[in-house]
């Protein structure tokens, strides 16, 4: 089946740390996001890249970090730079625009 | 810059009832519009889109939206809801720009439905 896998589903961090969240992909898909989700403020865009070896900034990419090295993966690192990173956050791919898959979720705790 | 306003981020209804789930829109350029529903701690999953063909977008789970761009809104609703309606619910539009094409969510609107 095809689909788009984020792990963990759990990830827990301690302050200080950089943490690197999974996002695979096998759709074929050019176009892949990565969004984070706070209570009552939606999905706000952290990085998108449409392209191997290609990706752009969204609307809150301060303190994290992104690869496209292969068109089936797009992992994020929230590095230490982020000072609130405790959120549940969700990766996504599409064929644009057509409407995007989205991942089941990482949900990131500081402790 | 495209942008999403969702009015109410709770709406409750009896099962059986109307469900209407409100959205309206900015966008510069001819929009690409979604309606997405949330369960907990899960992803998103598409409900619907408009793409610039018919007005009136028939999703899945009986769901359905009109595209009025006169209004610029792209409301969803359902004739009779059902309890497993209950979730969270994201209006989205998308639009080109120059990296491609960027989505841009609303703020969610929570689903309650009542025995």
């Known amino acids: ?111 | 810059a495209q942008s999403v306003t969702q009015l109410g981020s709770h709406v409750s209804v009896s099962e059986g009832a109307l469900v209407l789930l409100r959205c309206n829109y900015s966008s510069s350029v001819p929009p690409y519009l979604f309606w997405y529903v949330q369960y907990p701690n899960q992803g998103l999953q598409l409900l619907l889109k408009y793409t610039s063909a018919a007005t009136l977008v028939k999703g899945i789970n009986g769901f359905e939206a009109e595209f009025k761009k006169s209004e610029t809104s792209f409301h969803l609703t359902k004739p009779s809801a059902h309890m497993s309606d209950a979730a969270e619910y994201f209006c989205a539009v998308s639009e080109a720009n120059t990296g491609g094409f960027k989505t841009i969510f609303g703020a969610g609107t929570r689903l309650f439905v009542k025995a």
Request: proline share 5%; aromatic share 14%; with cysteine.
């Open chain 1, 1 to 111: 089946d095809g689909g788009i896998t984020q792990s963990p589903k759990y990830l827990f961090r301690k302050e200080g740390q950089n943490v690197t969240l999974s996002c695979e992909q096998n759709l074929n898909h050019d176009a892949m996001y990565w969004y984070r989700q706070d209570p009552g403020q939606g999905l706000r865009l952290i990085y998108y890249s449409q392209i191997v070896n290609d990706f752009q900034k969204g609307d809150i990419a301060e303190g994290y970090s992104v690869s496209r090295e292969k068109k089936e993966s797009f992992p994020l690192t929230v590095t230490s730079a982020q000072k609130n990173p405790t959120a549940f956050y969700l990766c996504a791919s599409s064929n644009t625009p057509w409407g995007a898959f989205f991942g089941q979720g990482t949900r990131l705790t500081v402790v």
